[in-house]
T-cell receptor
């Protein structure tokens, strides 16, 4: 069964609103989670590394004030897309490595965001 | 040029055919992952390799560290194997550096 969940699976919002996406590890504690974005017919691009109890690390070109990441517990990381615009429409995926077996990466099912 | 290149980009084959998908990378890596993404978007990790060869059911993955190349093979392909297969590499040698760099994927379609 799934070991990493995401919510919601699909969201449609109006331009200018903020959207929160949750990523949960279901049967293990994840001190680190990764957030990716995938545009149609393109590969995944790492946006940021979410670290429990500390600030997220953002990849070059990703606006930290636009994509707010909070990793408040060992099983939950949230990505908030603030003041969303149509160009933010994308498929957002999180992943988490299992502790002590960090070769194993579990991916969430993804969240499809459409900004009108 | 991408650090991780896959070929072919698209592959259509008849059910039962032997499938090979290739991945080449240009950076030093500590591990290579093969991932499967179904049309709904969900991603499943198939293999993690740092050397040699691994087999799971009809899937076989090999890696040649010297040549910076990996292959994913599917024997006796089936329509349910239709998906996008993604190669991803973990850079660096530090344990715990789990960041992945992804190839552009190979879209596989198996025709009944």
């Amino acid at each position: 069964g799934a070991v990493v969940s995401q919510h919601p699976s699909r969201v449609i919002c109006k331009s200018g609103t903020s959207v929160k996406i949750e990523c949960r590890s279901l049967d293990f504690q994840a001190t680190t989670m990764f957030w990716y974005r995938q545009f149609p017919k393109q590969s995944l691009m790492l946006m940021a590394t979410s670290n429990e109890g500390s600030k997220a690390t953002y990849e070059q070109g990703v606006e930290k004030d636009k994509f707010l990441i909070n990793h408040a517990s060992l099983t939950l990381s949230t990505l908030t897309v603030t003041s969303a615009h149509p160009e933010d429409s994308s498929f957002y995926i999180c992943s988490a490595p299992r502790p002590l077996a960090t070769d194993t990466q579990y991916f969430g099912p993804g969240t499809r965001l459409t900004v009108l | 040029k991408n650090e991780v290149e896959q070929s072919p980009q698209n592959l259509t084959a008849q059910e039962g055919e032997f499938i090979t998908i290739n991945c080449s990378y240009s950076v030093g890596i500590s591990a290579l992952h093969w991932l499967q993404q179904h049309p709904g978007g969900g991603i499943v990790s198939l293999f993690m390799l740092s050397s040699g060869k691994k087999k799971h059911g009809r899937l076989i993955a090999t890696i040649n560290i010297q040549e910076k190349h990996s292959s994913l093979h599917i024997t006796a392909s089936h329509p349910r194997d239709s998906a996008v297969y993604i190669c991803a590499v973990r850079r660096g040698s530090n344990f715990g550096n789990e960041k992945l760099t992804f190839g552009t994927g190979t879209r596989l379609t198996i025709i009944p």
